[in-house]
């Protein structure tokens, strides 16, 4: 025993002084093989810091004396396979190493990424996969990443609201993110029947995850969908630009430092629709704008070997405001005048700990102020006051200021085999005051959420990720416990198989919340199951899910949680950029079958903004030889219903008094854009070129629905405020080929 | 006596096996000047694989063996992430080449290297032109004109410099008519090429650009 306890001491003795005195070689032997148990020949040893190596002989052994002493990191490599890095610790003793290595590309291609419910546009994009700028350049996006989206499948052709309405859910159930925070605002304040765009510039982003279903626990509070984007860490070089459309202004600079460790860029951008609207005429009577003027600036620093901090800061005012004959009264006026000012500020932070660790930070804050002016006026435009419904709830003025706050830590350990743990927690801070009429509002919400997710791969071809989200809301005072779960198979032609499973909690809207706070969050379950393939420059994918809604908020009898409803429905996608040389399209189809009960529905129903039949084609056309692109975009859906829901005082409850579908909606959109080069004897050549287009170029009249007046007697269709929408504009960049912002580059 | 019989023997068994290996890949370049599709190409990869394995010091195994993968990518340019097993490994094998060579008195034969180099940058920028075109596509200009300072008149670098005129849109400095004029030169100058272990491949690139002008 006790010459045991010299033996350690001795040992200890020996190891403590190790990095001090060098008092022998150190052997390092071993073998190298390929994960079949081949002998590799010919690999290289080698120790980093000394630069001491060998090579393997034929039989894949090797032997390796050194003087070097402590940790060093030992490289393996040989053509074909993976390079192979190990830190050993160097003592007084030789050590015996068996090392596997794995064939370079062969694994690497065949690796699976789970995809069940999501597309992922991004700069890694390979063959026909999506990239950031394939999705924001289809014709008739204007530039915005919930319309470009929606040639995608699962959402619902929307033209009389903003935002996403993803597979039978509302344009509130999907929620945007940039690098891991809540973009509480995306879109400018709502106008009643009219589309209002987003507030962020796309070209900020080189990845895009569209998620219709089952995405990870890392996110929540979205019932139907997840927009998780991603910002571009540095550019390649410095450049500017400027544009001058029909009605947009624009311009940008983005400055890269010398030593390629940071950049910064400010844009400004502003748009007066009304110069447009007085040659065009619209259906909707402008008073006022619409106006908008927005900035963003950012800047992105390189800390270490491997960290990057990131600041993004946007800022903008809108105007709209419009005067339109009362639907109740033909004599009488109704004003709506709806004046916003947002701020969001987003300050990030990644880095790798260490081989093993990686570490993503993230703040934001965001201010929002809506001033909504509703008026009933005569036709000079005097404010009328009337005593009787409906006309004494025509006269209202509603502030609402927000303060929102996020903080979000993420830390992913890494395995081998592109395994992972990820696990993290996030605070939602949100501080609504202001004044609606004559009372005041003022509402304070604090969520909290923890989460954890796993990257587990059980065969080279299945892997698995598991996940599970916990949420605290200090207004509702609920916890709620979301376990999220997707599968993926690999078949041996390129194919694969994806399952995802989750339930997705999201908090009542604001509005509700004004009213009681005695609510319950909403809840979505999701299944989804799905195949794609991807090859040859083509990409198919069908995805068929199930969706059960629980806890809805509805408002008649009393604001309550006793909504519910499901969507199913099977969806198709096609991607093939080889077949015609210079050309790439897209198709896509989607089936949605859904009834909810909700808000004031007497039961359950098809909801207004859901039809069941869907298609899109997004069309992008090279002309090489003449440095011209066509772009062109088509979108066909059935139907939708439409209702007048009124409350039955008889019955007391609510009633529908007027039902039916509409028409069908069809809307083509066209793009032209061609490059030229100005100024060829400048030093620094810009990129310049012209684009012109038209949104719903055959000038279909497609109906929304109607808004009905109180007694249902009227009803006045919802549709496009023009049938068609012309731009035309200039463009120019110097620097670099800031083209493909604008449309798709095909070339060389 | 019976040592010298055995060392005798062994130097004779040494010589043996060194041409036996120059013949291995004699054979693959001959066999190699016949290949036209993806399926010979891939099968004459793994050829020149193999030999470079056992002459690991022969830097023209694995140029070959590269060039093989950048044909491939050439091939396949209509087919998207097909060709990123190729590239990669066709890089690898290129740059394998590249720290075989003596960089001061073998710049003709890194000419040959850099050619290919160039091409299986290219190769990458064929996997998808919008993520991929931004960086390996200057990358690939890079090589081709370190391969024209080094050798002028290699008529392989000549070709790839037609490739690249011909592809480009005029605006970004694309060219036909030089590319025909290129691709003429270069094809002339291959006339007489011997069909020995050193590059010489070239004619039918040339052919295959030319008959596009048809």
Known sequence: MKTHIIKYIAVAFLFLLAPRFVFSQCRISGTVKNNNGEAIPFASILLKATGEGVKTDTTGTFNLSTNAKGKQLLLVTSVGYKSFRKEIALADSSIYLDIVLLQSDAQSLHEVIISAGSFEASDKAKGASLTAIDAFTVAGSNADVALALRSLPGSQQIGEADGLFVRGGTGDETKQFIDGTLVKNPNYPAVPGLQQYARVNPILFNGILFSTGGYSALYGQAMSSALILESVDLPAKSSAYFSVFTANLGAGIQELAKNKKSSYGVTLRYSNQAWYNSIISQRINYFSGPEYLEGDANFRIKTGKTGMLKFYTNWNTSNVGMRNPDIDSAALRSTYQVKGMNSYNNLSYRDYLNDDWKLEAGVAYSYSRINTIQNLTDADGQTINLPNYPFNEKNNHRIINNDFAQARLVFTLMFPHNQALRFGAEHFYSHDHGISNDSTIALTDNLTAAFAEGDIYLANNLAVKVGVRTEHSSLLNKWVIAPRASLAYRLNDGGQFNFAYGIFYQEPQNDFLYQTTDLNFSSATHYVLNYTKKAHNRFFRIEAYYKQYKDLIKTEPVISNDG????????????????????????????????????????????????????????????????????????????????????????????????????????????????????????????????????????????????????????????????????????????????????????? | MKKLVISGLAILMCCLSALAQQTNLQNAVTKLDKARTVKDYAAMEQEFAKIAASQPKDWLPNYYAAYCNARIGFLLQDDGESIEPYSNRGETQAKKAESLLDKVNQKKELAEVYTVMSMINQSKVFINMMTYGPKYGPLAQQYLNQAKQLNPDNPRTIYLAAWFKYNTPKMWGGDKDLAKQLATQSLKMLENTDTGINPHWGKTEDQELLSKYK
């Not at chain 1, 015609?580 to 004031?600: A, E, H, P, Q, V």
């Not at chain 1, 007497?602 to 692109?629: C, M, R, S, W």
């Not at chain 1, 579908?661 to 066209?670: A, C, G, H, W």
């Not at chain 1, 038209?694 to 109180?710: D, M, Q």
């Open chain 1, 564 to 748: 519910k409803g499901y969507a199913r429905g099977i969806e198709l996608f096609f991607r093939d950029k080889k077949t015609f040389k210079n050309l790439d399209y897209w198709i896509s189809y989607t089936y949605l079958n859904t009834k909810r009960d909700f808000l004031d529905y007497p039961g359950e129903i098809q909801p207004n903004f859901a039809t069941p039949h869907t298609a899109t084609v997004a069309i992008k056309k090279n002309l090489q030889d003449i440095n011209t692109y066509v772009n062109i975009s088509y979108a066909f859906a059935t139907g939708r219903p439409y209702y007048d829901i009124r409350y039955d005082n008889a019955s007391n409850a609510s009633r529908i008094y007027d039902q039916g579908t509409t028409k069908n909606y069809s809307v083509l959109n066209l793009q032209v854009a061609h490059l030229m080069s100005l100024f060829k004897s400048w030093k620094q050549k810009p990129f310049s070129g012209f684009s012109v287009g038209v949104n719903n170029l055959l000038g279909t009249n497609p109906l929304f629905g109607y808004n009905y007046s109180a007694n249902g007697d009227i009803k006045m269709p919802l549709t496009l405020p023009a049938r068609r929408y012309y731009y035309a504009g200039f463009f120019m960049s110097f620097g670099i080929n800031r083209t493909s912002d604008i449309l798709d580059n095909n070339n060389n």
